[in-house]
């Protein structure tokens, strides 16, 4: 199981940005093998494979609908699928920004898989990848760093994410960049959304850390779908 690997006969393609003609299927969103992982990150993250909280919020944003979204930013996108698949599916939106740290190859391998899909004829012309380490984020999400300071203080129409608790540093720094991204797209427009998808109870401590957190922060959660079990990946 698992994505498809990526091989050195994949064909040079254009970017695409505008749907394929009925007779000319755009090509899946790929994910580049794991050796290419272990040889870009230096340090073990969670980035290497498709989450299925990542599918899940997929098939939530399809079943539902963006409507009016031109500009999507996904936060912590690992290997970038789906933020990629996102913008495939939706090939109205006009910029889609995926974020990783730098630190440990994290945005490295983020970029390897753009790339990947570039040369896939799958990657819309509206992807690109920026830095984001949460640690750029201080209390009340100011901005320490003037690369994160930009990028927060950008205006998004849907502010995205998966997956991403899986130590208290990292709980507590997603609610700052949270608040920073949320109060950026609700001041600029009340329909802005943030949809976050989480595996509850995989680390019980941490999903109380979390909620907990986002509340101090003046932050709502509000459970908007829980998804469907999946048939299993072929």
């Known amino acids: 199981d698992g994505e498809p690997g990526l091989t050195s006969e994949i064909r040079q393609a254009e970017l695409r940005d505008d749907p394929p003609r009925s007779d000319e299927p755009w090509p899946e969103v790929i994910v580049a093998p794991s050796s290419d992982f272990t040889e870009i990150v230096s340090t073990q993250t ?59 190859g994290a945005l490295a391998w983020l970029e390897h898989n753009i790339e990947a899909n570039r040369r896939n004829g799958s990657l819309a012309r509206s992807v690109s990848s920026e830095a984001l380490d949460w640690a750029w984020v201080a209390d009340r999400a100011e901005a320490s760093d003037p690369v994160a300071r930009v990028l927060l203080e950008r205006h998004f129409d ?77």
């Open 46 to 104: 969670t980035g290497g494979e498709v989450w299925d909280a990542a599918r899940k919020l997929l098939d939530y944003l399809v079943a539902e609908g963006l409507g009016d979204v031109r500009s999507v930013l996904e936060l912590g996108a690992g290997c970038g699928w789906l933020g990629m698949s996102l913008a495939r599916e939706y090939p109205q939106i006009k910029r889609v920004v995926l974020t990783e740290l730098v630190d440990g």
């Open 158 to 234: 849907l502010v995205i994410g998966s997956d991403l608790v899986y130590d208290h540093a990292g709980a507590a720094a997603l609610v700052r960049v949270l608040f920073g991204a949320s109060s950026v797209a609700l001041a600029q427009d009340p329909q802005g959304r943030v949809l976050y998808a989480h595996t509850v109870n995989r680390f019980e401590d941490l999903d109380l850390e979390f909620f907990s957190a986002l509340q101090r922060a003046g932050l709502l959660a509000e459970r908007v779908w829980t998804a469907p079990d999946r048939p299993p990946t072929p």
